[in-house]
């Protein structure tokens, strides 16, 4: 695994990895790689991928119906430290 | 009165005839964590807040919680410094059914931080030590709910796996551990780890408590769209009602299995020969595959699911993430990204595929299938550092069927010289939980698990 693409990936996933942490996590997840390399052994040429297993598809929620998903603003604005206006603060991104 | 090791549907017994209160029940496990808990480090939060009901079909019983299942007023942390004050504003779906049954929320169980690991260890609010040999882990991810209901600082807990979460760690740590069915259980509510794989389950003394939990948290979910709509069975009543079965032996899940664990397994087909059911040789594809399966699949949806932790909307920021978790992380959106997704991620679930398909064509054959649940028993505290990718390794009897889908229960069989338990796990067909529960059931009533767990009260009593 090429130390380049571990920044890359570190840097898609929004986290923050040091040049330390990659010589402790490069031998770690080559070996991981290596092992899961086995599935090439199979041949799948033929076979669909299974993405979920209980056979459902096209679920709706239906309109109109009680939603307990649904918070009110008071509760959301609990879970956060920084809030305006009714908004989320974020860092500037551009 | 003496309370030690009474099971739920024995303390449900006791409050209906009016022999104790429920009260008096919760006050009595409140006792035991504060006497136990600081060794075992099983409890991330008690919920010290008596609230009466008295509605069946538990009647104001505690049941405790591995930390990722969210509860409104209590915190939920996932054992990740990340949700470390989180409060989540509202409860996981089984928990309003528990609620609503008549359960009373005791604590939260420690975990591996996001349930990443097979051993507790992850956590980031310390190990959860093995109440067998304190120097030895319980398993994980549930390895506090298991260490917690083994020691009997409560009387049954509700875990999560993913793959070998529940089982592996009730094995362990000498418990009853049913993985339901993907989709039986709703995963509304729940941290999620790995989404097209995560299932909630009990973790019980008893094969009776796993059904009545069961029939407390089972079915269709309007919050949770791959929740399954047939209405499960009433479990407790199917399970007391004798049946004989044709069960599988696979060879490929007893090599490099401890010896100890397999000689007990052979007793404990004696014993199952000796109440009628039969046993068959089948062939399944070889775990070893499950394990990078799992590997691949699980990463990938680790890295999508975390990514909602950025700190904005609730909680801390990715920086409070541990190592384990970056490391899922990374390896996910590794293998999603564009030049890996064919490589990894489709080839993974297309030889997911292959192993749904090999289930299917065995269970035309039999109707159950029998095997270890670990290779080894309990491991020393500090083991899985030593290797990058430990649960999956601990966890290879297991994933095969978590992959699928399909259910299957863990039960205790035993202990080595040493004094650790042994587990031996039942797996069913898609969505046949009470054919699981009814030979585990039988199981129980006739070795009542060998005693084990009077064996390890003696070092916790009131």
């Known amino acids: 695994m090429d130390k380049n693409i571990l920044k890359k990936v570190a840097k898609l996933s929004n986290l923050q990895i040091t040049d330390n942490d990659l010589v402790e996590y490069k031998p770690q997840l080559e070996e991981t790689v290596k092992y899961i390399d086995n599935l090439q052994e199979l041949n799948t040429s033929k076979i669909n991928p299974t993405h979920h297993i209980s056979n ?25 430290k920084i809030t305006a206006n009714k908004y989320f603060i974020t860092k500037k991104i551009l | 009165m003496n309370l030690l090791n009474k099971t739920l549907i024995e303390l449900i017994k006791l409050i209906k005839t009016k022999e104790i209160s429920s009260k008096e029940i919760f006050e009595y496990f409140i006792k035991r964590i504060k006497k136990y808990n600081k060794n075992l480090n099983s409890f991330i939060t008690i919920n010290e807040n008596f609230i009466a009901n008295n509605r069946e079909f538990l009647y104001g019983l505690p049941i405790s919680l591995k930390d990722n ?16 004050n ?36 992850t956590s980031d609010f310390g190990p959860t030590k093995n109440p067998w040999d304190k120097t030895r882990s319980p398993g994980g991810s549930s390895g506090g709910c298991t260490a917690a209901v083994a020691s009997y600082l409560c009387p049954a807990a509700i ?34 780890m790995g989404s097209s794989l995560d299932c909630p389950g009990p973790i019980t003394s008893s094969v009776e408590d796993s059904a009545l939990l069961l029939n407390i948290i089972g079915g269709i979910d309007k919050y949770d769209a791959t929740s399954i709509s047939p209405t499960p069975s009433n479990y407790l009543l199917e399970i007391n009602n004798k049946k004989t079965f044709n069960i599988g032996i696979p060879e490929e899940y007893f090599e490099n299995v401890d010896k100890e664990i397999i000689k007990n397994i052979e ?65 996910g959106t590794y293998a999603l990204s564009q030049g890996y997704y064919d490589k990894y991620y489709k080839k993974a679930q297309t030889v997911r595929s292959l192993i749904i398909s090999d289930f299917n064509k065995v269970f035309k054959k039999v109707d159950l299938i029998l095997a270890p649940t670990t290779p080894t028993t309990a491991f020393k505290l500090g083991e899985f550092e030593k290797y990058p990718f430990f649960g999956e390794l601990m966890d290879i009897l297991n994933e095969p069927s978590s992959i699928a889908g399909l259910p299957s229960i863990s039960i205790p069989i035993g202990l080595t010289k040493s004094n650790l338990p042994i587990g031996m796990q039942i797996i069913g067909n898609y969505l046949n939980e009470e054919s699981i529960l009814n030979c585990a059931n039988f199981f129980q009533k006739e070795t009542n698990f060998f005693d084990i767990k009077k064996t390890l009260l003696k070092q916790y009593p009131d």
Request: glycine share 8%; proline share 2%; net charge positive.
């Open chain 1, 56 to 80: 459902v598809n096209n679920v709706y929620f239906t309109d109109g119906q009680k939603n307990l998903r649904k918070l009110s603003l008071k509760e959301l604005e609990k879970s956060t």
């Open chain 2, 69 to 84: 299942i969210c509860t409104k007023n209590i915190r939920t942390t996932a054992s990740s410094n990340v949700l470390k």
């Open chain 2, 86 to 121: 989180f409060i989540s504003p509202y409860n996981a779906t089984i928990v309003e059914k528990i609620l609503n049954s008549g359960g009373i929320i005791l604590g939260k169980n420690n975990m591996d931080a996001w349930a990443h690991g097979s051993s507790t260890e």
């Open chain 2, 159 to 192: 875990g999560t796996e993913t793959a070998g979460s529940i089982r592996q760690p009730a094995s362990w740590s000498g418990t009853v551990g049913m993985k339901p069915t993907y989709g039986r259980v709703s995963r509304y509510g729940i941290i999620a």
């Open chain 2, 267 to 331: 007793k404990a087909i004696q014993v199952l020969k000796s109440l009628g059911h039969k046993f068959t040789k089948i062939k399944l594809l070889h775990p070893k595959y499950a394990i990078s399966v799992y590997t691949i699949i699980q990463r990938a949806e680790v890295s999508s699911n975390l990514s909602r932790y950025d700190g904005i909307r609730f909680a801390n920021d990715r920086t409070f993430f541990g190592k384990e978790a970056k490391k899922r992380i990374m390896l």
